[in-house]
């Protein structure tokens, strides 16, 4: 979520905003959506390691 930050940079003054290219696309749901995403395959990587099987490591 940091990279997503509104940030301006000391030395040159330009400014990071994704929030420009959300206008740029037409899509101001843009950075919702990617964390959307995001939460998404993450809850799908958890349902399917849950569903690996058990591996037992013996001596």
């Not at 979520?1 to 696309?25: A, F, L, P, R, T």
């Not at 959307?36 to 349902?47: A, P």
């Amino acid at each position: 979520m940091e990279c997503y930050q509104v940030k301006v940079d000391k030395k040159s003054g330009i400014k990071n905003d994704s929030n420009d290219w959300s206008q740029e696309v037409g899509n101001p749901r843009y950075i919702l959506d990617l964390l959307l995403s995001i939460v998404n395959v993450s809850v799908q990587t958890v349902d399917i390691v849950d569903g690996l099987p058990k591996v037992e490591f013996g001596e």
